[in-house]
């Protein structure tokens, strides 16, 4: 076997742990945490399904690959849960170093491309990663949603902490930026979220 198939099947493996790392998120139905792996699969196949909600062009190759690589490495950083305070001061230090390690597994060439994808959808300053961003932002209000805000509610989460979070969907997506707002004004309606 060459050396670059070699590099490229450890990097294939290497991903596998993606599925092992638990989010706070709970499937629909509240049957179990979601994991990193089954947040990009359902956020890549969102991109697909809403793409005509997108602000601008884009390239959907492109942005798949970026969703898909998006959360690699948490399998060394771990989930950062979006409301941690704590935990986000700490997050940039621990996925950089993280992003090193995982993308260096790779051939040089593809390291730098995959690389420049995860850093490109961090910026979060092109139409792909806006709209990235968007699916990002939305998948877990999605889910939390459905189970009747139970994460939410678990974690004591208000009203602000997700609008904060959600501050830039609408440039990914203004009809996903009001979907948003409209769950977050009914789970503070209901209960769900912290006013």
């Known amino acids: ?22 989010r706070q998120t709970h499937l629909t139905g509240y049957r179990r945490q979601e994991d990193d792996a089954e947040h990009a699969w359902h956020m890549a196949v969102m991109a697909c399904l ?3 909600y997108a602000n601008e062009p884009f390239d959907l190759a492109k942005t798949l690959l970026m969703i898909l690589l998006h959360d690699v490495v948490e399998i060394d950083a771990g989930d950062t849960y979006a409301y941690d305070a704590e935990a986000v001061k700490s997050q940039r230090q621990r996925e950089e170093k993280a992003a090193d390690r995982i993308f260096g597994l790779l051939p040089e060439d593809q390291a730098k491309e995959f690389r420049a994808l995860f850093e490109e959808f961090d ?3 092109t139409p792909e990663a806006r ?4 699916l990002d932002n939305f998948q877990p209000v999605l889910l939390n949603d459905a189970n009747h805000g139970k994460d939410w509610r678990l974690h004591q989460v208000n009203r602000r902490q997700v609008e904060k979070r959600n501050a830039r969907t609408h440039e990914g997506s203004e009809k996903i930026g009001q979907v948003v707002q409209a769950i977050i004004d009914r789970n503070v309606k209901k209960g769900n979220l912290l006013p």
């Open 1 to 22: 076997m060459d050396e670059r198939f070699a590099k490229q099947l450890q990097f294939i493996l290497e991903l596998d742990k993606e599925k092992t790392i638990l």
């Open 50 to 52: 809403l793409k005509e």
């Open 123 to 125: 910026k979060g300053d």
């Open 131 to 134: 709209y990235a961003h968007a």
